[in-house]
């Protein structure tokens, strides 16, 4: 599609970005068509299924999304992390579409194929730790952390699991439990599953607290509310996602693994975010140099197609009999073609060495950004997964509302951009690894003037 006329240049002041890293503006956003598909989706979607910015989708390239009104916008969002290879990546729609003619499903529990063993065999390489390792695959980051939970309890014979406080691990029954907020995504839900439990994390923005001091503390919680004898599984994001990209302090991670090991509890990272070349290292446990027992992934991991995995120890993989693991969409062969392809190129180095420019760039320009409005309280996070909190000036009290009305902003000029954080006041960035500078120059001329604008 060819799209000729750059309206953004009339609906924004932010004036240095090049014509071809703005987006394009047809119409208003939404534009009509997108309005026609609201009305009907209104009708037969449920409303719990939510939307960030109502524009349909037609096609994509690279960061770049085009909607149904013929609106080119900028995706700093790629799904929550998922398309960071880039959305219609050649090499992920090439390797699917050959695998869609050869096979589509045979069930691996019951006739197995290739493509499985495979990428078990690359997750072994690649996730950290040298030791043997094994593979389970499923459909979605929510069920990879129920069966890393079901594995380690079968492993321990104990039954108890901990999560951080500002984790997310999804939308199941048993994730719905371990998520730090209540509402959306588990109030009204109940009963939820039994034996899960909160403990603090390392939030070093807010508590100020060494990786040393917030380690002991989060131990002594476990030890006191839970105790070592029921203690199955520390489930922790390395960096948390949907929680706001929180880095915790150098030396947290290795410290309460450290306390597990010794105490016979598995420890889980949940990499479904923050792993596959996100944050500039194939792992985010690989920045805090951790080993965890079991690693969970997910969104990135395949292009776009639906596929997660459970990677980790082998004899703690081994624990559950046969039978006891699987499903019949599991490692499903034409997410497993994408997902080969995506380990192809993310071992050349390049979409590593973009995700570190991606983070360069980024923080550059919002620690610009904050030295300027001084709503900006933090900016945070490693490689192509960067963050900023927005709270009242010199605390770290959240403002509420803000950064929706940025999202909002920005969505209106045609850059996507998602919140998160428990309190709604983080403004992330996901953006798939192939988005240029001259299009995160933009991104960050339009924060500028939302934040000139809204405040
Ligand atoms: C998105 C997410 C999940 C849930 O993944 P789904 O595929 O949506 O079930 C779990 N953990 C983390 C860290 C996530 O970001």
């Known amino acids: 599609m060819t799209l000729t006329d750059p309206v953004s240049s009339t609906t924004s002041t932010a004036g240095s970005t090049p014509a071809d890293d703005r987006p394009l503006l047809r119409t208003e956003i939404p534009g ?23 524009v349909y989708i037609d096609h994509a390239d690279g960061a770049w999304i085009v909607d149904v009104d013929g609106n080119r916008l900028l995706d700093l969002g790629a799904g929550i992390g998922v398309t960071t290879i880039g959305h219609a990546n050649s090499g992920v729609a090439d390797a699917a579409s050959e695998q869609l003619r050869k096979v589509t499903h045979t069930l691996f529990t019951i006739t197995p194929y290739e493509g499985y063993v495979r990428l078990a065999e690359l997750l072994a390489e690649r996730t950290p730790g040298g030791f043997a390792k094994k593979t389970l695959l499923v459909n979605s980051g ?8 079901k594995i380690a309890r079968r492993h321990t014979g104990r039954r108890a699991v901990a999560a951080l406080d500002h984790a997310f691990h999804g939308r199941t029954n048993l994730t719905s439990a371990m998520n730090h907020k209540a509402a959306p995504y588990a109030s009204g839900f109940g009963p939820l599953a039994p034996d899960i439990h909160r403990v603090p994390n390392s939030y070093p923005f807010r508590d100020g607290l060494t990786g040393a ?5 989060t131990i002594a919680y476990l030890e006191q509310r839970i105790g070592t004898r029921d203690l199955a599984a520390v489930v922790a994001e390395p960096i948390q996602g949907e929680g706001g990209f929180i880095v915790p302090a150098e030396g ?5 693994q450290e306390w597990a090991t010794a105490n016979g509890v598995v ?22 140099g951790l080993e965890p027992d079991l690693v969970t992934t997910a969104k990135g991991i395949a292009g776009g197609l639906p596929l997660a995995g459970v990677t980790g120890r082998a004899e703690i993989m081994d624990a559950a009999d046969p039978g ?31 995700a570190n420019r991606i983070g360069e760039v980024l923080t550059a320009g919002l ?48 850059v996507l951009l998602l919140t998160a954080g428990s309190d709604g006041n983080v403004i992330r960035f996901l953006p798939p690894l192939a988005v240029t500078d001259g299009q995160l120059a933009y991104a960050l001329e339009v924060i500028d003037e939302a934040l000139a604008a809204l405040l």
């Open 324 to 354: 006891g693991l699987g499903g019949t969409f599991g490692g499903n062969p034409v997410s497993i073609a994408a997902a080969l392809s995506v380990f192809e190129q993310l071992a050349t180095g390049e979409p590593l060495a973009a």
């Open 367 to 414: 620690r610009a950004l904050a030295a300027k409005h001084d709503v900006i309280g933090d900016v945070r996070g490693h490689g192509a997964m960067i963050a900023f909190e927005l709270t009242e000036p010199g605390t770290t009290i959240p403002i509420p509302g803000l950064a929706g009305r940025i999202s909002q902003f920005a969505g209106e000029r045609g």
């Open 213 to 217: 001091e917030a380690a002991a503390r």
């Open 252 to 256: 947290y991670l290795t410290a309460l």
């Open 32 to 54: 009509p068509r997108s309005r026609e598909l609201h009305e009907r989706r209104l009708a037969v979607v449920p409303r719990g299924a939510a939307w960030t910015l109502p």
């Open 142 to 149: 929510a069920e990879a952390v129920e069966n890393a939970v």
């Open 267 to 288: 420890f889980v990272a949940d990499e479904v975010q923050s792993g596959m070349g996100r944050t500039g290292t194939w792992f985010a446990s690989e920045l805090f």
